[in-house]
Nanobody, 123 residues
Framework: VHLVESGGGSVQAGGSLKLSCQAS????????MGWFRQPPGKERELVAY????????NYVDSVKGRFTISRDNAANTVFLQMNSLKPEDTALYYC?????????????????WGQGTQVTVSS
């Protein structure tokens, strides 16, 4: 599956952005989808992931209550709505996919990655 992210940009603290990830290929509903991010000079970290049908989602503690992951299987798209953005959310955000990640919190368990979209939050 090929993943293409969009929706990144620059915003002031407290603002919102919505990231989209368009997947090509068949059987999109057969993939667990997620978002990772890599802040400047730091390790890549999980942001959120969502189950095959979109009925279960999990988030890293730092974004709970501010970010929402969702998916539209008919449109082969996964979204990340980001509200109340903070400067520490500044990072390159990656869309990821895998058919059966053994540990969906772990980056190495995802076979497919997008090219990334930059999010910059200024104070």
């Amino acid at each position: 599956v090929h993943l293409v992210e969009s929706g990144g940009g620059s915003v002031q603290a407290g603002g919102s952005l919505k990231l989209s990830c368009q997947a090509s290929g068949r059987a999109f509903s057969g993939y667990v989808m997620g978002w990772f991010r890599q802040p400047p000079g730091k390790e890549r970290e999980l942001v959120a992931y969502i189950s095959y049908r979109g009925d279960t989602a999990n988030y890293v503690d730092s974004v709970k209550g501010r970010f929402t992951i969702s998916r539209d299987n008919a449109a082969n798209t996964v979204f990340l709505q980001m509200n109340s953005l903070k400067p520490e959310d500044t990072a390159l955000y990656y869309c990821v996919a895998d058919t059966l990640p053994r540990d969906a919190r772990r980056a190495s368990d995802y076979h497919y990655w997008g090219q990334g979209t930059q999010v910059t939050v200024s104070s």
